[in-house]
């Protein structure tokens, strides 16, 4: 199975803070990553596919890129909705895995 | 707009078979070429892919699970379901239904609210 590796597993920001969160494959998925969004007790939120494609109705300030094995997760300026924990996901092969998740808090 | 709602036993006994139910509202089970999915996440801890399955009947599984897991279609009812023999105690976790795109891909968007089963005599 291709493990999916994130980094930091937690981070602390502030309001207007810009965010870098990676996410590192442990082989190739060209751009077969999705990126998540979860909050407390609820379920997770499809943010962005195809590695940098915007889901509909997700703010500008999130965006992602990189293609391979290495993937970023960028928040351009916090917001105090986007305190949450963050899951990369590849779906390139069976079974499609999860990144350990980052939990991102409020400094 | 599409909706999804996970249903069953909130409590299954060690050893037993855990039995749950997606019911898909807002639009059809049996179009396009939707992959369906179960997710699960342990109490504290992250997500874990089960299985996705097509309205044809095509699934992929976990390896991990796979001789414990079996997901199924009701096209009549709008509904597709999970079953997970022989659990145990690791097996307790908020269970997630969801859809993957119509390309077919295995990213997923809209989920389930999600359904807590705990394992436990």
């Known amino acids: 199975a291709i493990r999916m590796t994130q980094s930091p597993s937690s981070l602390s920001a502030s309001t207007g803070d810009r965010v870098t969160i990676t996410c590192r494959a442990s082989?190739?998925?060209?751009?077969?990553l999705a990126w998540y969004q979860q909050k407390p007790g609820k379920a997770p939120k499809l943010l962005i596919y195809s590695a940098s494609t915007l889901q509909s109705g997700v703010p500008s300030r999130f965006s992602g890129s990189g293609s391979g094995t290495d993937f970023t997760l960028t928040i351009s300026s916090l917001q105090s909705g986007d305190f949450a924990t963050y899951y990369c996901q590849q779906y390139f092969t069976s079974p499609f895995t999860f990144g350990q998740g980052t939990k991102l808090e409020i400094k | 707009q599409l909706q999804l709602q996970e249903s069953g036993p909130g409590l299954v006994k060690p050893s037993e078979t855990l039995s749950l139910t997606c019911t898909v509202s807002?639009?059809?089970?049996?179009?396009?070429?939707?992959?369906w999915g179960w997710i699960r996440q342990p109490p504290g801890k992250g997500l874990e892919w089960i299985g996705s399955?097509?309205?044809?009947?095509?699934?992929y599984y976990d390896p991990s699970l796979m001789s414990r897991v079996t997901i199924s279609v009701d096209t009549s009812k709008n509904q597709f379901s999970l079953k997970l023999n022989s659990v145990t105690a690791a097996d307790t976790a908020v269970y997630y239904c969801?859809?993957?795109?119509?390309?077919?891909?295995?990213?997923?968007?809209?989920w389930g609210q999600g359904t807590l089963v705990t394992v436990s005599s």
């Open positions: 082989q190739r998925i060209t751009s077969y």
């Open positions: 399955i097509h309205e044809t009947g095509s699934a």
């Open positions: 807002g639009g059809s089970i049996s179009s396009s070429t939707y992959y």
């Open positions: 969801a859809r993957g795109p119509v390309t077919g891909d295995h990213w997923f968007d809209p």
